[in-house]
């Protein structure tokens, strides 16, 4: 069973930088680790940021490329997000998330949420 704990979320200015960390429990090996977010507007669904697969593919949101970057160290377990130029429409809870993907990132270049089991309580950015 993998446990996630999300730190790093916080205030910031807009053209601001915040870098978000997830730090995972338990055999993630297998698993693909991923940040998503949901703005806090009515009916607001949560949508895909960026994820890492167990074989080191990267996907990131091709609505952040430029701002985004997302990096995963195996040895200390922790998928890391590092946001930069923010802007107030980043206003969102951000929630770190493991799954095992019946796909390969590199080849669909997506990540789907339900297809992630194993959810953090999420952080907090705002961005004003």
């Known amino acids: 069973h993998v446990q996630l704990v999300e730190s790093g979320g916080g205030s910031v200015q807009v053209g601001g930088s915040l870098r978000l960390s997830c730090k995972a429990s338990?055999?993630?090996?297998?698993?693909?680790l991923g940040w998503f977010r949901r703005a806090p507007r009515p009916g607001s669904e949560r949508e895909a940021v960026?994820?890492?697969?167990?074989?080191?593919?990267?996907y990131v949101s091709p609505y952040l490329k430029g701002r985004f970057t997302v990096a995963r160290d195996t040895v200390k377990n922790t998928l890391d997000l590092q946001m930069n130029d923010l802007i107030v429409e980043d206003t969102a809870m951000y929630y770190c998330?493991?799954?095992?993907?019946?796909?390969?990132?590199?080849?669909?270049?997506?990540?789907?949420?339900?297809?992630?089991?194993?959810w953090g309580q999420g952080t907090q950015v705002t961005v004003s």
């Open positions: 960026a994820a890492i697969d167990d074989d080191g593919s990267i």
């Open positions: 338990g055999d993630t090996d297998s698993y693909a």
């Open positions: 998330a493991a799954g095992r993907l019946p796909y390969k990132i590199h080849i669909v270049n997506a990540v789907r949420e339900l297809d992630f089991r194993s």
